[in-house]
């Protein structure tokens, strides 16, 4: 019975990718402006995604029911929850605010997160590593990647910014020609405040992330802080993003550097997930390749 709840789970993470594949070109083309009835291929995409949604819930909770477990135990389920995570939060956002126009990216780097994992570090259902099997998985884990999901949106969001703010900028008719497809988003300031209101969300998460980690460690290993690579880099986070938020809110940090510093940061958690989690040795290694 495990093999095949495992089984039906990686179909329907391939059905999922196979939807949001289907959705990230609808949103290309909406945004390039190539295609006709643009307005009603970016409500398609929106739509297909959540289908691809639905199926990515399916396919983690089959990983969960065949294990026996949260399926947060290595990079394959990692990558599983956390893009479904980013998901959720641009879906979630979308009711509120009309951000279609970043399905594009969102769609694009979900895809491309589950196919390395799935191609790359798939591995088979295995028990959880004794430190692992604590509560404190569900609410450390699942609040990081909330956490990830804002700062994701937060760094499209900035480089939408970034870009915005170079159409505007434009002088002459070939430049303003060259970024007329950005006709289509809000303006650069817009665009800031959206990102600073979601990083400032994903912010608060990353900080009870960084505490819950330490209560967690010193049940798991006696001790709050050990300078283990994950603590650090997680500590390296909070740090570019506490500065970012100090930086917006002084008028002279407003702008490309502001959003060149929320772009820095999702870096960093991007490195945090996959290098770290890769190559580095440590306490924290539980990418299940080994």
Do not use: C
């Given at each position: ?123 088979e259902v295995v028990p959880l590593p004794p430190a692992l099997q604590s509560y404190w998985l ?153």
């Amino acid at each position: 019975m495990t093999d095949t709840f495992s089984q039906f789970s990686v179909l329907s993470l391939y059905s999922a990718m196979g939807l949001y594949a289907v959705a990230f070109i609808l949103f290309t083309l909406d945004l390039s402006g190539l295609a006709s009835a643009k307005a009603r291929l970016a409500r398609i995409g929106l739509s297909i995604t959540w289908l691809g949604f639905a199926l990515q819930i399916v396919a983690t909770v089959l990983r969960g029911i065949a294990a026996s477990r949260v399926p947060w135990a290595n990079m394959y389920e990692f990558a599983m929850t956390g893009t479904l995570m980013i998901m959720s939060v641009f879906l979630i956002v979308n009711l509120k605010w009309d951000i279609r126009y970043l399905g594009a990216f969102i769609t694009g780097l979900v895809l491309l997160l589950l196919g390395i994992s799935a191609t790359r570090y798939y591995v088979e259902v295995v028990p959880l590593p004794p430190a692992l099997q604590s509560y404190w998985l569900v609410i450390h884990v699942f609040v990081a990647t909330l956490a990830t999901g804002f700062f994701a949106l937060g760094f499209a969001l900035s480089l939408a910014q970034l870009l915005q703010e170079r159409r505007e900028r434009a002088t002459t008719d070939k430049q303003a020609s060259r970024w007329a497809w950005l006709s289509r988003l809000p303006n650069s300031v817009t665009l800031e405040n959206f990102a600073y209101r979601l990083i400032i969300v994903g912010f608060v998460l990353w900080t009870f992330t960084l505490i819950a980690g330490a209560v967690w460690a010193e049940k798991a290993w006696g001790r709050y802080w050990g300078w283990d690579v994950k603590e650090v880099w997680t500590f390296i986070i909070w740090t570019i993003y506490a500065g970012y938020l100090h930086a917006r809110s002084t008028r002279g940090w407003r702008g490309s550097r502001s959003a060149t510093l929320a772009m820095i940061g999702f870096g960093a958690v991007i490195f945090n997930f996959t290098v770290v989690n890769i190559f580095f040795k440590g306490l924290h290694a539980y990418s299940g390749l080994s």
